[in-house]
């Protein structure tokens, strides 16, 4: 039996879980009534937002004929179906690295867009075949010749080696298939050598314990084997292993190139890591596959359990969905104002959202979130570096010689005549131009280096705002800069919330600082004193706005009469204020943290 081991990439929204459920179709693996669904999205949340959050590996069988030969062969083919967003490009980079190919699938109507380079890219730096695919061949908008020549022209792939598909329609799959079964090379594995199977994935079932998901790359698996896990040298016997096809199905053993699951009772969350090797317990592989490159977090911020949860409770859900999300990473935080939580690590906005959606879907928690920021590098006076990801960590400003912020390359694809008001945006971020490139006659790749800081908040939004809805993007960091920045304090009643503080370029701090002391404003409720908030660097206020107590008529009743009673009676009322106003605690609304991101505008 011959083997086919290839990732399905490319931009969100062009088409890979549909190309995906044709393929499971054509195989014979699911039928036309189940080809609706996006089977391999199985997620609520995938479902609702239309998009890949997690990459599901599938196997299926197909039977070929093999060029030269004359005799039917049957292939096994597992594929893996990424996300396209930039925030899950981890996803994809851990498919990839699963892999011998790739189907590169570029929309006939949207063509080239900045994750299918990005992506494309990440392809060929793994060293992957790729076989560029343009679907939705069956729309009337469809321009399959000119996005031919944009795969050409953009990422070198010649124009006549791209195959046209419809999947919605089935029209090329058989194509396509054969393609995939000639030109995609085997797993490059030796059978006879001692067991090493990459874990890619994993899932906490309540029943079983971790479900491990692993590409075999030497040797074989077996039911009732004794395996290690190399990184945590944690041995475990096999109580059952499968493959997705895409349901589960059971089998005895999982050969070199194979992908499947095993489960081995395993109860102990952190003995699993994405990108561990698993071996045989007794004739253990002389040393560990690669593994992956450690994440690097982008956004961070954190999460207070809400009212009718337990921090327990909390780090339990956090704990599990750790584990089935590598990229998401988290460690205990106290805060004043809001207790005990956990500081959390993201690889972007998107990515922060989905992971507290599925915390309280999943797993029934209530959230309180603060506003994300970056992570900063501090050169200190005795020149040591020192990382802190939240405005809180900042040292003592007389022991801080710079501060840097991370620096971002971006590539924007959108349409020639959005260049004006997109280069526009860049500007007023801080972005530093690079250059300008054309794809054909209507559409161009911008590049600009900007402060990660300046892009967290709403550039997407703006971008798709100054594009009608055609500009794309995608990101890399390229390191750290110094800057003018300086940590704002908010000051609530005279008192400080260190989570409302937030670190920003000296230039933008009074603006920024007065639309934000705006928005709490609103946000906070009125008291029964008066509210002072103000926004300082270190002990100099430069913005303050004030939310009136709620009146109360003392003079009311008292009609007519000599005007010292009413006096008597609002002076009263003034010394009460000032003495609750010494000892009264100001309630902050959830909504007031996430004013911060609102004022990033």
């Not at 805060?335 to 999943?362: K, N, P, T, V, Y």
């Not at 005549?417 to 280069?423: L, Q």
């Amino acid at each position: 039996m011959q083997i086919r081991n290839f990732s399905i990439i490319a931009h969100i929204d062009h088409g890979k879980s549909t190309l995906s459920d044709r393929l499971l179709m054509r195989a014979g693996a699911i039928t036309e009534r189940e080809f609706q669904n996006q089977m391999l999205d199985d997620m609520d949340l995938e479902r609702e937002r239309g998009i890949t959050i997690k990459a599901s590996a599938v196997t299926v069988f197909h039977d070929h004929i093999a060029p030269g030969k004359t005799e039917l062969e049957q292939y096994m083919l597992n594929f893996i179906d990424t996300p396209g967003h930039v925030d899950f490009h981890y996803e994809v980079q851990k498919a990839l690295q699963a892999c011998e190919g790739a189907i590169l699938v570029v929309d006939a109507t949207q063509g080239v867009q900045a994750q299918t380079v990005a992506n494309a890219y990440a392809a060929i730096d793994v060293g992957l075949d790729i076989i560029p695919v343009i679907n939705k061949i069956d729309l009337p908008s469809s321009r399959p010749v000119e996005v031919a020549e944009e795969i050409e022209q953009v990422l070198g792939f010649r124009a006549e080696e791209c195959i046209l598909v419809s999947a919605k329609t089935g029209q090329g799959i058989d194509e396509l298939i054969s393609k995939l079964c000639d030109q995609l090379p085997p797993p490059r594995g030796l059978a006879d050598a001692p067991p090493r199977a990459l874990i890619f994935d994993s899932v906490y079932d309540d029943y079983r314990g971790v479900i491990v998901y692993v590409r075999v790359v030497d040797g074989e698996l077996r039911k009732g084997q004794k395996i290690r896990l190399m990184g945590t040298d944690r041995d475990y016997q096999v109580s059952d292993m499968g493959k997705l096809m895409p349901r589960p199905k059971q089998v005895d053993r999982i050969g070199p190139g194979e992908v499947g699951y095993l489960v081995a009772a395993i109860k102990d969350l952190h003995d699993v890591r994405i990108g561990d090797t698993v071996t045989d317990a007794a004739a253990p592989a002389p040393e560990a596959l690669p593994g992956y490159k450690p994440i690097q977090q982008m956004v961070f911020c954190d999460f207070y359990p809400g009212a009718k949860t337990q921090y327990e409770d909390l780090r339990d859900a956090m704990d599990r969905l750790q584990l089935n999300d590598s990229s998401f990473t988290f460690q205990p935080e106290s805060s004043d104002a809001l207790g005990f939580g956990f500081r959390c690590g993201f690889l972007g906005l998107l990515h922060m959202e989905i992971i507290q959606e599925r915390l309280e879907r999943e797993f029934n928690v209530e959230v309180v979130q603060t506003a994300p920021t970056v992570t900063y590098e501090i050169l200190l006076s005795d020149n040591s570096i020192k990382r802190i990801d939240a405005p809180s960590a900042l040292p003592n400003p007389t022991l801080v010689q710079e501060i840097r912020e991370p620096y971002i390359l971006m590539n924007l694809i959108l349409p020639s005549d959005s260049v004006g008001a997109m280069m526009k945006l860049c500007e007023d971020r801080r972005g530093v131009y690079k250059k300008t490139e054309y794809i054909g006659s209507t559409r161009v790749i911008l590049v600009y280096e900007m402060p990660l800081a300046e892009v967290i908040y709403d550039f997407y939004d703006r971008l798709k705002s100054a594009t009608r809805g055609y500009g794309t993007m995608d990101y890399d960091l390229v390191g750290f800069r110094a800057g003018e920045l300086v940590k704002m304090d908010i000051l609530v009643n005279g008192d400080r919330v260190d989570a409302l503080s937030v670190i920003v370029h000296r230039d933008h701090a009074e603006n920024r600082g007065r639309k934000l002391l705006v928005r709490l404003k609103e946000e906070i409720d009125r008291h029964l004193f008066e509210i002072p908030l103000q926004a300082a660097i270190g002990g100099k206020v430069i913005a303050r706005e004030t939310i009136k107590s709620v009146g109360k008529n003392v003079t009311a009743k008292c009609y007519g009469g000599d005007i010292t009673r009413k006096r008597k009676l609002l002076e009263k009322q003034k010394e009460g204020k000032k003495r609750m106003k010494r000892v009264g605690s100001v309630d902050i609304p959830q909504e007031a943290f996430m004013a911060i991101l609102e004022a990033g505008d």
